[in-house]
DNA sequence: CGCTAGCTTGATCTCACTCAATAGCAGTGG
DNA sequence: CCACTGCTATTGAGTGAGATCAAGCTAGCG
């Protein structure tokens, strides 16, 4: 069933019978090509997605035509919940690659909000973990050089990608370019290329065509000042994710 | 009475009844001198917070100590209301000024959300507009040089200062330093007395002991690429905080 | 096989940092 | 009343991390 572990990743501490209802509030399931604009700034929104399989961004237009990411989401987060109480929203999602997601409307929504307010209270957690890691995008880009900010977000999307079982704890597949990381962490495409290879002289990481490897996860996440709390993962992840236990097998 | 007009801010929404229904909430008001810590890091909290006077930060620290702000609250903002969901903060809480505080048990807070799921749908919502206010920073922070981001945040508090009453749409009072401004816009005390000075010149503001004057509104909005639709205003204190209409009077 | 997207490397420039010094101003105590 | 302390604002000179501009390389693909 394609929507089987859907939820696993934040919503770890769902109960089945939580789950269930979730699953059931699903009205269909979309596909969408990347590049697609799944729910353009501004327009009303009746509908909240689910990400199920790719990668999507939130990103806010400057009118000089530049733009730049202020979130990127893996499959199992509840990329739109936040629609649901705004009904709008202050910045666009999109595709970063070819993308499949959930469609739940928000009357169902509504319905698991008047039936159960422990669930309604993880989904609210779950916007606010959105809001935590805007938070720690705030602190890499205002305190990190180059090579930190980097780092910091190999860190985190090593630490999110174990969280769901894509990444071993030092290989998974980030299909990003070069550009698009410069996009998240501000600097320029020439400038993340110039970082990847100093932390591959470094002995730390190496990517080749989309597929990530972490040589180094103690000296990377040592570099990178990062401390995964804000993801709120159990002890046992959070130690994988920063190498401080042994990795598995 | 002294939270009569409490949550007159992002809440314009609410009504009477749910106005009465928070403010009955609350367990007692508490003064804290500035630089008090509200709110540490990590540790469980069962109560939360809403700001009656003064500012107050949302701010991390990095390792080195050098720390950094990624939020500044206004009177009338139910700045802790994420301890309801969370249970504990990835990030410290802090009185920027002397501050005054009304405190609401998340006992009660449960008891709101299971007698009144549009309320609850408002809280949600209020703290969704802090995630909003989180994006709008990143892109501040990635997108725009030093000058902008001291403009765009300033026209930022003018326009969260507007909607509750305590700027006139130009003048206000803004009881930070300049190296306060600086940890909110990754910018050295220096270099923000460089930029202030250079706004001075280009004659859009001005500030004379935690007064600040914006003398050329639209011109300063500009400048900062502001667009205040990320703060979810009603149409006229939008139009206002960008001096898109006359002001007042 | 040519085209396009992404990666790589070099040379130059610039914005903001760092270091350093001075000035203003409030509070405090002799 | 004045010295002393501490905090904030201000200005100058030198430096450096990352941007910009430019060019070449690689690989997938119609």
Redesign the pocket.
């Known amino acids: 069933m394609l929507t089987k572990n859907l939820l696993r990743n934040r919503a770890a501490e769902l109960s089945d019978h939580e789950r269930n209802m979730l699953e059931e509030a699903i009205a269909h399931v979309q596909s969408h090509p990347a590049g697609h604009v799944l729910v353009p700034q501004g327009t009303p929104v009746s509908a909240s997605t689910l990400l199920i399989e790719g990668l999507v961004t939130r990103h806010i237009d400057a009118p000089d035509g530049r733009r730049h990411l202020v979130g990127v989401h893996v499959p199992g987060d509840f990329v739109d919940l936040h629609a649901y109480p705004l009904k709008k929203l202050d910045h666009d999602v999109g595709a970063l690659t070819d993308v499949r997601v959930a469609v739940i409307p928000h009357a169902s929504l509504e319905k698991i909000q008047d039936a159960d307010s422990r669930l309604t209270r993880r989904l609210w957690f779950m916007t606010l973990l959105d809001a935590a890691m805007h938070r720690q995008w705030i602190f890499r880009l205002a305190s990190l050089?180059?090579?930190q900010r980097v780092a910091h977000f190999l860190c985190e999307m090593n630490a999110r990608l174990l969280a769901i079982g894509a990444s071993d704890g030092s290989e998974f597949s980030l299909p990003m370019?070069?550009?698009d990381i410069g996009e998240v962490c501000?600097?320029?495409?020439?400038?993340v290329?110039?970082v990847?290879?100093e932390l591959r002289e470094l002995g730390m990481c190496q990517t080749r065509?989309s597929r990530t490897q972490i040589i180094d996860l103690p000296g990377l996440v040592a570099k990178a000042l990062f401390d995964p709390h804000y993801l709120y993962l159990n002890a046992e992840t959070a130690a994988r994710a920063t190498g401080t236990t042994g990795t598995p097998q």
């Open positions: 050089n180059a090579t370019t070069q550009a501000a600097l320029t495409n020439v400038h290329n110039r990847m290879r065509s």
